[in-house]
């Protein structure tokens, strides 16, 4: 398999900013929506001012945001990819990609209708996270879902010509068990966190198991 893609998302310090841009992550997620990873994107904008992220991609997470606030983000943070990650309609969806030129991605939970969702979306859509369903949140949670399903949503994504990043309870401890289900993409938060702040040692762990995996795989 070759190596999967990597969003280190829920940045929400300068500090966190710096550790995630030295990291092998090609994905910087910042949270815009309610969360206690929200961050504001004015202060994003003074942060990126300082680290250089130059070799990563900013995804900047909405859950059913209005299109100025969609507009209102994109006047501070130069942005790569806007990911919906609420219950917004295709029409919503249309309308963010007629002010944005970027990709964008939206978020599914994990649940038996997940590819007819897909198959709706595919035409509006360049990518979509599939992550945990828990009730009355929409990520975030730090629980997985069922992997043996990954498969399928890999394949279906494949053959609409798009990515796939799985989130949810990603961790140091159970992502070998994720690789072996060959993920085109792995979106993790509270995985890489210790006291709620990015931790280098968890995301040294995180690298170090995708690499010799990916190494042993060849």
């Known amino acids: 398999m070759s190596k999967p893609l990597l969003k280190f998302c829920g940045v929400r310090s300068k500090e966190d900013l710096k550790l995630v841009a030295s990291s092998q992550a090609e994905y910087i997620g910042f949270i815009f929506a309610e ?5 504001n994107p004015e202060h994003v904008s003074e942060w990126l001012k300082k680290v250089d992220i130059s070799t990563k991609k900013v995804v900047a997470v909405f859950v059913n945001p209005t299109i100025e606030e969609v507009r209102a983000a994109l006047e501070y943070v130069p942005l790569d990819v806007i990911q919906f990650h609420g219950n917004e309609s295709i029409e919503e969806i249309r309308k963010a990609k007629d002010i944005f030129a970027g990709s964008v991605w939206k978020a599914l939970h ?3 209708n997940t590819l007819e969702e897909m198959s709706s979306y595919n035409e ?4 979509f996270v599939i992550d945990s369903r828990i009730k ?6 730090g629980v ?3 992997w043996s399903a990954v498969p399928q949503y890999i394949k279906t994504s494949k053959l609409y010509g798009k990515h796939c990043f799985i989130a949810g309870g990603v961790n140091s401890s159970n992502i070998e068990r994720l690789l072996t289900y060959e993920p085109q993409g792995i979106d993790l938060s509270s995985g890489i966190e210790e006291e709620e702040k990015k931790s280098k040692e968890k995301i040294r762990e995180i690298e170090e198991r995708v690499l010799h995996y990916d190494n042993i795989s060849r």
Do not use: E, L, M, N
Request: a positive charge; charged letters at 25%.
């Open 136 to 141: 009355g949140q929409w990520g975030g949670t």
């Open 124 to 127: 509006v859509v360049d990518g």
């Open 144 to 146: 997985s879902f069922d």
């Open 110 to 112: 994990h649940h038996p």
């Open 35 to 39: 969360s206690k990873r929200r961050v």
